[in-house]
Nanobody, 129 residues
């Protein structure tokens, strides 16, 4: 059973930065698709950025492009999300998730969905104006 643990959330002002981390407690050999999701209060959980290990393909949602950067440290089994130029609309709970997709397009932000088997507990992000 893969367990994911997020960290790095916090409270910042508009324009600030945060670096989220998602660490797997064991080797995720049966997964090839990883994603960061944001859930604003009262809204559905949405993909923000994804990573497909076959080819190391990174994809971003429209709101994240140019401001967020996803990276992965294989040795530390950790997925990072560097978030810069944060805005109040970025406020919410951020989750990482992992699963398996047959093709790279299945791991894109618009296609990944939320039916992934492994989820972290979430880390909160609050951006004040």
């Amino acid at each position: 059973q893969v367990q994911l643990v997020e960290s790095g959330g916090g409270s910042v002002q508009t324009g600030g930065s945060l670096r989220l981390a998602c660490t797997a407690t064991q080797y995720t050999w049966n997964t090839n698709c990883f994603g960061w999701f944001a859930q604003a209060p009262g809204k559905d959980r949405e993909a923000v950025a994804t990573f497909y290990s076959g080819g190391e393909i990174v994809d971003y949602g429209d709101s994240a492009k140019g401001r967020f950067a996803l990276s992965r440290d294989y040795v530390k089994k950790t997925l990072y999300l560097q978030m810069d130029d944060l805005k109040p609309d970025d406020t919410g709970m951020y989750y990482c998730a992992a699963g398996r997709r047959a093709i790279p397009d299945g791991c894109r932000v618009i296609n990944i969905g939320t039916d992934l088997p492994y989820w972290g507990q979430g880390t909160p992000v609050s951006v004040s104006s």
